[in-house]
C-alpha cells in the first residue's frame, strides 16, 4: 500500500472532519434510513408508517451523527499507525489491510457508545408516526421497570452487543477495501486522490459490505423496536432470530436490503466525500 493511504490525520482534525462527515450523511440521507427501519419492522412497512413521517427522528439521528462519526474517525486514525507500528516490530508490515480492521474495529466500539442510544430512540420514532422526542426517550426508559441503571442499559443501550456485531464486520470489510481502493487509485495515477474519487472508493466498497452485513442489520432494527409483531418483548439477538424463522421464515433476514445498499452507497459517496473535504478545511484552521 501507498505511503498516502497510511498516513495518519492528527487526532483534532479527524475529529473535526468526522463530525462534519457524519452530519452531513445522516441527515442529507434520513428518509431512506426511515424507510428501510420500516421495512425491516417486525409489524411490517405500512403498519410502521408506510411513506408517511419520514423525517420522524431525524433530532435524534441528528444528535449522534456528529459524535458517533467524530469518535470513530478519530479512533481510527489514532489507532491506524499504532497497529502498524506493531505490525513493523513482529514482521507483519506486509499486511496493512490487518491494521484496517483493528483500527476501524476500535473506532466502532468507541462510536457505538454514543450512536446506540440516539439509534434506540431514532428507530422507534421512525416506525411510530405519534411519537415525540420527549415521549419516546420516557417510554425506553421506562420499559424495563428497574433501576436508573437497568433503564439505560436495557433500554437506550439495548442492542448495543449486535450493533457492534454489525458494524465490526461491516467496517473490517469496508475499510481494507476502501484504502486498497485509494491505494490502487492513487497509484495509477501517480498522486493522491481527490475527496471525489475518495467518495467514489467509499460508495462502492459501503454499498458491497452493506448486503453482506443486512442480517445483522435486521436482528439489531428489531431487537432496538423491542417487541415482535405481536408485541411480546424480545429478550435478547438469539431471540429475535428464532421467533423470526419461525413467524417469518429466512428471507426476513434480507428485509431492507436494497435501500440498505443504496442508503450506503450514496452515503459512502457524501461521508467519505465530507471527510476529505472536512479534512482540507479543518487541517490548516486547526494548524495540522
Not at 33 to 54: C, E, H, N, V, Y
Amino acid at each position: 500500500m501507498s505511503d498516502s493511504s497510511e498516513e495518519s490525520t492528527p487526532f483534532l482534525t479527524a475529529l473535526v472532519a468526522g463530525g462534519f462527515a457524519g452530519t452531513s450523511v445522516d441527515v442529507a440521507l434520513f428518509p431512506i434510513d426511515t424507510l428501510k427501519t420500516r421495512m425491516q419492522s417486525p409489524q411490517g412497512f405500512m403498519k410502521a408508517g408506510g411513506f408517511s413521517g419520514i423525517y420522524n427522528g431525524i433530532g435524534a439521528a441528528a444528535a449522534g451523527s456528529a459524535p458517533g462519526a467524530a469518535l470513530f474517525f478519530s479512533t481510527y486514525e489514532t489507532a491506524k499507525p499504532m497497529v502498524l507500528k506493531w505490525q513493523k516490530s513482529v514482521g507483519m508490515e506486509d499486511q496493512p489491510a490487518i491494521s484496517h480492521m483493528i483500527a476501524a474495529s476500535m473506532g466502532e466500539a468507541m462510536a457505538c457508545l454514543v450512536r446506540v442510544p440516539t439509534e434506540v430512540i431514532k428507530a422507534k420514532m421512525q416506525t411510530d408516526a405519534q411519537a415525540s422526542l420527549g415521549k419516546t426517550f420516557s417510554l425506553v426508559l421506562n420499559e424495563t421497570h428497574g433501576s436508573v441503571l437497568s433503564s439505560v442499559t436495557g433500554g437506550l443501550y439495548r442492542g448495543y452487543g449486535i450493533t457492534l456485531m454489525r458494524e465490526i464486520p461491516f467496517a473490517m470489510i469496508q475499510f481494507p477495501l476502501y484504502e486498497k481502493a485509494k491505494s490502487w487509485w492513487s497509484e495509477k495515477k501517480g498522486s493522491p486522490v481527490n475527496p471525489i474519487q475518495a467518495a467514489m472508493c467509499g460508495s462502492v466498497t459501503g454499498g458491497f459490505a452493506a448486503g453482506v452485513t443486512t442480517p445483522l442489520d435486521v436482528v439489531k432494527t428489531r431487537l432496538m423496536l423491542g417487541a415482535d409483531r405481536d408485541g411480546k418483548q424480545y429478550l435478547n439477538a438469539i431471540d429475535v432470530i428464532r421467533r423470526t424463522l419461525n413467524q417469518e421464515g429466512p428471507m426476513a433476514f434480507s428485509s431492507g436490503i436494497q435501500p440498505r445498499v443504496m442508503w450506503i452507497s450514496i452515503g459512502g459517496f457524501v461521508f467519505f466525500g465530507a471527510y476529505e473535504v472536512g479534512k482540507k478545511l479543518a487541517g490548516p484552521m486547526l494548524g495540522q
